[in-house]
């Protein structure tokens, strides 16, 4: 049995998912950023959010949804994510 407090990577995985099980619609790494920080009364950096984004899609509970460019033709545009 492990012993002393939860690692905050557990609590942020499941900020992600509530997070993510509340909006109805896609939503980019900004947006699940400040909600995990309100969550956490600390700021979590955009690259741990994407880090833990990239885990939950390869344990297929996140889906990511790449939009394409609004612009210019041919290239990538924002990165939304969604439960699966």
């Known amino acids: 049995m492990k012993r ?3 690692s905050l990577r557990h609590y ?3 900020y992600i998912l509530e997070c993510l099980s509340q909006t109805q ?3 980019n790494v900004s ?3 400040k909600y995990v920080d309100s969550k956490m009364e ?3 950096s955009w690259n741990t959010i994407k ?3 990239n885990e939950l899609m390869l344990l297929d509970k996140v ?4 939009l394409p460019h609004s612009k ?5 545009g924002l990165t939304l994510y969604t439960l699966r």
């Open 4 to 6: 002393g407090r939860p």
């Open 12 to 14: 942020i995985i499941n």
């Open 25 to 27: 619609t896609p939503v």
């Open 31 to 33: 947006y699940i950023k």
């Open 42 to 44: 600390r700021n979590v």
């Open 51 to 53: 880090k833990y984004l």
């Open 63 to 66: 889906k990511k949804i790449k």
């Open 72 to 76: 210019e033709k041919d290239k990538e």
